[in-house]
């Protein structure tokens, strides 16, 4: 027997194009041979759409689509019946006679059978067996190819979730310390090639223990995910922050204007109560260079800086200074809207 150019073109196509669309477009001009026809179209169910939708389409003017995508969407069209009864349907003839025949499109794996949607073609009659066989063979090498994105898409989406649980606190879902570390090398390297400054800042939630004795460990929770979600909105694209500890937050922000944005930060968390109680943070500040070389140095200078802020009280933000000399470090401070 004679092998079929034109599947054995479609199953070249499947097999060695590992682009799902450009695939696809490939397998609906192979159908507009093997049937004579002059338009095929490829309809996928859309969770988020709510019905089918198109995944492909030619010899269809662009201005058409919009009109065929909202007709397949009827109880009696037949691409819709051949999508859900997962059977050849063939539409009632239009005004010039030409008629939509419908191939479903189904999904198998572990003996369990999926519709994930439908080929249709329009043609001037419906097609005999020989040829209806042809373009059920292409359907079900368009669910192949439906099938074999669906795992790469599956597959880029666990990559994704894995570097984010790895990247990221599971709680406020800000970036982790290991990731805040790995960021802070980089942006130091970068300052000291240019030039620039850093500025490293060390937030502590205030009074969070008692907080947590009063109300219990799942209202602190609360307010940690309510300070993580302020802090994310208050900083810079160009900033880095993740949580450090039980109740503290870390920041890496480039420049020079670490202040602006850090004092930016203790007056949106004091402006918006949570919970029907005020919640206010306490920050220690520290400046690459001047204040550390490194991001042990900094860390340090900002946890020295935060602890004269919280004996000054709640709501105050504290600023490590070197010593005109370099010999050591002083501390100034600011309260809330000050």
């Not at 073109?9 to 026809?37: K, M, Q």
Request: charged fraction near 25%; include cysteine.
């Amino acid at each position: 027997m004679t092998p079929d150019p034109l599947l054995l073109a479609a199953i070249r196509a499947v097999a060695r194009s590992g682009d799902p669309d450009a695939t696809l477009d490939e397998l609906l001009e192979i159908g507009l041979r093997a049937a004579g026809a002059d338009r095929a179209a490829a309809f996928l169910w859309d969770a988020d759409a709510g019905g089918l939708a198109l995944a492909g389409a030619r010899g269809y003017p662009p201005d058409d689509i919009p009109a065929i995508e909202g007709a397949v969407g009827g109880e009696d069209h037949p691409v819709r019946l051949a999508a859900e009864e997962r059977i050849q349907t063939v539409g009632q003839p239009d005004s010039s006679g030409r008629v939509i025949v419908a191939w479903p499109i189904v999904v198998g794996r572990d003996g369990i059978e999926e519709p994930v949607g439908a080929l249709s073609l329009e043609v001037d009659q419906a097609p005999d067996s020989d040829i209806g066989e042809r373009v059920a063979a292409l359907a079900d090498l368009i669910a192949v190819v439906v099938d074999r994105a669906r795992l790469a898409t599956n597959a880029a989406e666990r990559i994704d979730w894995a570097e984010r649980v790895a990247n990221s606190d599971a709680l406020t879902g800000l970036a982790n310390g290991r990731t805040l570390q790995r960021v802070m090398e980089l942006e130091l390297a970068r300052a000291a090639r240019q030039g620039l400054e850093v500025s490293v800042a060390l937030f502590d939630i205030d009074d969070l223990t008692g907080l947590n004795a009063e109300a219990g460990k799942a209202a602190g929770d609360d307010v940690l995910r309510e300070v993580a979600a302020i802090v994310g909105e208050s900083v810079r694209f160009v900033d880095t922050v993740a949580r450090w500890g039980g109740d503290e937050f870390l920041l890496v922000a480039p420049g020079a204007t670490g202040t602006t944005v850090v004092r930016r930060i203790v007056d949106a968390v004091a402006a918006r109560p949570m919970g029907g109680r005020a919640c206010t943070v306490s920050a220690g500040l520290a400046r690459f260079p001047i204040d550390g070389s490194t991001s042990d140095e900094l860390i340090a200078a900002a946890t020295t800086a935060l602890r004269a802020a919280q004996a000054v009280g709640p709501g105050t933000l504290a600023e490590a200074t070197r010593d005109g000399d370099g010999a050591g470090s002083g501390i100034t401070t600011g309260t809330v809207g000050a």
